[in-house]
């Protein structure tokens, strides 16, 4: 899915948590983009519940608060932080 970025114009569509959006230093897990869905990225905490409620939940999708961000802002945000390593999503 594209979205338009005001600073970008219109890129991929990223889904990111809020602590990597509002924070720095972070650690973080990924999913590369793929033909089922887009590129996302979560930090540890959201992944330590993720672990303990094995798979994402209300209270982790509360928790992380996602938003869509264009795939250059994502990359950008990313940038502050360190890669724990890579989700395959299923």
């Known amino acids: 899915m594209?979205?338009?970025?005001?600073r970008h114009g219109?890129?991929?569509?990223?889904?990111i948590c809020r602590h990597l959006?509002?924070?720095?230093?972070l650690g973080?897990?990924?999913i590369k983009p793929g033909p089922d869905g887009p590129a996302q990225?979560?930090?540890e905490a959201c992944d330590a519940v993720l672990a303990e409620d094995r798979?994402?939940?209300?209270?982790?999708d509360a928790l992380a608060d996602w938003k869509l961000y264009c795939a250059r802002c994502y990359t950008d945000t990313l940038?502050?932080?360190?890669?724990?390593?890579?989700?395959?999503?299923?």
């Open 28 to 30: 973080y897990w990924a």
């Open 41 to 43: 990225a979560w930090c």
């Open 55 to 60: 798979g994402w939940t209300d209270r982790g």
């Open 10 to 15: 219109v890129t991929a569509s990223c889904i």
């Open 21 to 25: 959006r509002e924070d720095r230093g």
């Open 2 to 6: 594209a979205i338009h970025c005001d």
């Open 79 to 90: 940038g502050r932080h360190t890669l724990r390593g890579w989700d395959s999503g299923g």
